[in-house]
Each structure stands twice: as C-alpha cells, then as structure tokens.
C-alpha cells in the first residue's frame, strides 16, 4: 500500500459506494480525507469508519449543486488541513427514467445539475486550492457510459431504437471528458492533472 500521511484530500459522494470506498482507502494510506456528500448521516458514518481506524477524517454536508456548499467544502478542507493534494469527484446520480419521453424535464435538470454542474463547481474551486500548496490530482468519475452509451438492452431486443438510453447521463460523462480537458489545460500546471475514470 502506498503511503499519504500528511496529504489531504476531498471526496464527494463519499457517504456511500464508491466514493466511500475511495475514501477509505485513502485513509488506510494515511491521508486526511474531507468526506463530503449531501447525505451528512451517510458522510459521517464514513468519516467515522475513518476515525475508528486511526485516520483523520471530517464529514462536510456539500450538495455538489450549490456554489456556496462547494466552495464551503473547499474552505472547510483547507482550514483544517492547511493544503489539499488530491480530489476525487464521485457525487452522480442517473435519471430516474431511462425513457426519453417519459423523463421529466426537472429529472434531466437535476441530473445535468448534480453530474454536470457539480463536477464543473468541484474543479473551479479544487484546482486554486491545490495551486496554493504545489498542485496535486483530481479524478472525475464519470462511466463508459461516455464512450458505450448508457442502455439497457430488452431481452431479445437488438434494435437501437427499441434501447432505453439514459440520455441525460450519457450527455454527462460525454461532457466530463471536454470538461476536464479544458480544466487540465487551464490549470496550466504541470503539477496538477485532472483526469476523467
Ligand atoms: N456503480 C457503478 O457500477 C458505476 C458505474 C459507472 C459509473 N458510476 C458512477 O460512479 C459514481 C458513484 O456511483 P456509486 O455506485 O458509488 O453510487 P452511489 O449512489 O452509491 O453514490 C453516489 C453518492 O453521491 C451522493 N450524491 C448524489 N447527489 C449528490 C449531490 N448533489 N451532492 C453531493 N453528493 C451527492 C449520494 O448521496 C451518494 O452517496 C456515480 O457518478 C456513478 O454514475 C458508477
């Protein structure tokens, strides 16, 4: 295993699944972990699985959609830990129907809102934050969703056109792969990569 004592780091979307499991593979690394989510009970389970395993965690209540919560997350990371070296943006969700025409139009504003926004507002306030302290690593979470599309195949059904396709979160990893490009670029440090998985 390798070793990040004395690295802080933000993941979103830790309250469960995979950002949970990020982060607690950080913390067995040694590294500070700032566990946000807008699920503060789940965040703070987490940070509490952290803690009881001798890391130094704190759960930050963050809905990935708010300006004001992300950049709070970033200043509450920073105050406590005096640098942020990495990130890992897993807060997603996916649209509750997969069927274009039964998708509510506040169902595809919320995924664009959460997928989309959020990675872009996690980044805008990461990166300087990271610069202050010598750079470091941001990963988006996105699916193969980008390059596959996201469906779901009726049993002897080969037709596209008879496929459910997420449109909306599709649209969100194909755009996660511009969005961090643009960043990487625009960070304009060698010693920052962003990168999308
Ligand atoms: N599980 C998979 O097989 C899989 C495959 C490909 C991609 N992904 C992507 O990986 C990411 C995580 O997937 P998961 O399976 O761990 O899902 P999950 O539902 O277990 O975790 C998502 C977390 O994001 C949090 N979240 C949702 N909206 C948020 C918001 N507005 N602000 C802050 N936090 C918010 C949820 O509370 C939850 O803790 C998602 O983006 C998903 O699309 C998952």
């Known amino acids: 295993m390798f070793n990040l004592k004395g690295k802080s780091f933000i993941v979103t979307g830790a309250a469960s699944g ?10 067995e690394a040694q590294a500070s972990v700032a566990v946000a989510d807008y699920d503060p009970g789940g965040a703070a389970d987490t940070a509490t699985m952290l803690n009881k395993s001798g890391a130094n965690a704190q759960a930050i209540k963050a809905d990935v959609r708010d300006e004001k919560d992300v950049k709070a997350m970033v200043d509450r990371a920073m105050a406590t830990y005096e640098r942020l070296d990495g990130a890992a943006n897993v807060a997603g969700i996916s649209t509750r129907s997969l069927k274009l025409c039964e998708l509510s139009l506040a169902d595809w504003r919320n995924c664009i809102a959460v997928n989309l926004t959020g990675a872009f507002l996690c980044l805008k306030y990461q990166i300087p934050a990271m610069l202050k302290t010598g750079g470091g690593s941001i ?27 997420d449109l909306a979160y599709v649209l969100r990893e194909i755009w996660h792969a511009s969005l961090t490009k643009v960043f990487a670029k625009q960070a304009c440090c060698p010693a920052t990569a962003c990168r999308q998985i």
Request: hydrophobic share 50%.
């Open 18 to 27: 995979i950002g949970r499991a990020i982060a607690l593979v950080l913390g």
């Open 139 to 165: 990963v988006v979470v996105s699916s193969t969703a980008a390059t596959q599309g996201g469906c779901v195949r009726k049993r002897n059904t080969h037709v596209v056109l008879a496929m459910d396709i």
